[in-house]
């Protein structure tokens, strides 16, 4: 018997041994933890593997089209500023399908909280070169190797001022709650990259692979620093951290239209024309 308001009793397509067992885990473990109900909440995602994730748990749940995870989001958050919103999509859907979403959620700083299952790899298609696989890695499909560059997100993330940036790793159960935690109690748009491996189609970066060169951020780390977490956020082969790199204070989007900031969500207000037509103004 599972007491947690988000466990769903189900099967999963997931592959024995894959990494999202623990993130859901430790998904639903943080929001029980964190005195949210079910019907405050809401998982979003796009297509993949990760992206089933909104299926297995008991939320309010919305499974977009490939990459398009963060602007449903955005509009879910828009429509009602009191849920608690939060998108569960892989290294593909989050970089390279919706990598130019990323781009703009970064810069609008929406109050949502973008978990990235990063296995480095497309696993619900088999495999595949991701935009974070590695340089010359070999896969189903690149059997020379991968030519192109890897994407560097949370670098990215870091460049752009992002207001939370973070990476934690599926084989830490308590980390990942921390983390997970943080990112949902920041206010803006929270970026938490979580290492995972895919136990079928990537057989590089495995549970071992991972767990040898990660390690823990020093308490005394001072976040703001950007040129601090940027040197942090370019570590990778010889040890990788995991914590929280960047956070920066800006304003969230909702934050800066007080048609939205002030009053119930929009969702729960009497619409009339002409407050249909005053709103619209603000945005246009
Ligand atoms: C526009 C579009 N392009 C490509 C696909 C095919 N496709 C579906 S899932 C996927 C890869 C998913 O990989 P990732 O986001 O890393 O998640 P994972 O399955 O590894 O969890 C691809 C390429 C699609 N459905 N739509």
């Known amino acids: 018997m599972n007491n947690n308001p988000f466990h769903f009793d189900c099967k999963t397509s997931w592959c024995p ?11 639903k473990e943080t929001l029980q933890e964190l005195g949210l109900k079910p019907h405050e909440t809401v998982a979003v995602s796009g297509i993949g593997q990760a992206a089933k994730l909104p299926h297995y748990i008991n939320s309010n749940g919305f499974n977009g089209l490939h990459g ?5 989001a955005l509009g879910i958050k828009i429509a009602n500023k009191d849920l608690t919103v939060f998108v569960n999509s892989g290294d593909g859907d989050s970089y390279g399908e919706g990598g130019n979403h990323l781009i703009h959620n970064i810069r609008r700083n929406i109050d949502i909280t973008h978990f990235v299952h990063n ?7 088999k495999g595949q070169g991701s935009p974070t696989t590695a340089l010359n890695q070999v896969t189903t ?3 020379d190797g ?10 990215f993330a870091i460049s752009q001022d992002c207001s939370f940036v973070a990476r934690t790793f599926s084989g830490d159960k308590t980390h990942m709650k921390a983390m997970m935690k943080a990112a949902i109690e920041n206010k803006g748009y929270s970026l938490l990259d979580i290492l995972q491996p895919c136990v079928t189609f990537n057989k590089v970066n495995t549970f071992k692979w991972y767990k040898d060169r990660v390690y823990y951020i020093d308490e005394n780390y001072d976040p703001y620093s950007k040129e601090e977490a940027f040197k942090k956020a370019l570590e990778w082969d010889e040890g990788i951290p995991i914590g929280i790199l ?3 204070k800006k304003p969230t989007f909702i934050d800066q239209f007080h048609h939205l900031k002030d009053g119930e969500p929009l969702t729960k207000r009497n619409w009339s024309p002409q407050d249909a037509k005053a709103f619209m103004n603000e945005f246009y």
Do not use: M
């Open 17 to 27: 041994g894959c990494g999202n067992f623990g993130i859901i885990e430790a998904l």
């Open 68 to 72: 398009r995870a963060l602007p449903v």
């Open 119 to 125: 296995n480095q790899i497309y696993g619900l298609t």
């Open 141 to 143: 499909l690149q059997f």
């Open 146 to 155: 991968v030519k192109s560059y890897p994407f560097n997100p949370l670098a």
């Open 246 to 248: 960047y956070r920066s």
